[in-house]
Nanobody
Framework: QVQLVESGGGLVQSGGSLRLSCAAS????????MGWYRQAPGKQRELVAA???????NYADSVKGRFTISRDNAKNTVYLQMNSLKPEDTAVFYC??????????????WGQGTQVTVSS
């Protein structure tokens, strides 16, 4: 069974920084794109940032210049460095990955979510 396990969320003051990590484990043959989504109360889940297996990245306009996504392919891990955090960044952040599990085909997986709260 493939699992995505997130860590690094928490409470931070406005202007502060947090680093999220998400490690994929299980019977993994290959990982394509990995990304981070977030969902604030009463809002739809939205893409924050994504990175391909080749290292190409894309970001939501609201986080450009403040957040940086990266990945360590050897560790099957994706990171999200979040700087200059704002109260409007408060949300549950979810890791997402497109993974080829041994004996199966490409499937989309989600982590359990980690809470990020930014106080003003």
């Amino acid at each position: 069974q493939v699992q995505l396990v997130e860590s690094g969320g928490g409470l931070v003051q406005s202007g502060g920084s947090l680093r999220l990590s998400c490690a994929a484990s299980g019977s993994i043959f290959s990982i394509n794109a990995m990304g981070w989504y977030r969902q604030a109360p009463g809002k739809q889940r939205e893409l924050v940032a994504a990175v391909t297996s080749g290292g190409s990245t894309n970001y939501a306009d609201s986080v450009k210049g403040r957040f940086t996504i990266s990945r360590d392919n050897a560790k099957n891990t994706v990171y999200l460095q979040m700087n200059s955090l704002k109260p409007e960044d408060t949300a549950v952040f979810y890791c997402n990955a497109e993974i080829w599990e041994h004996g199966r085909s490409w499937s989309n997986y989600w982590g359990q979510g980690t809470q990020v709260t930014v106080s003003s």
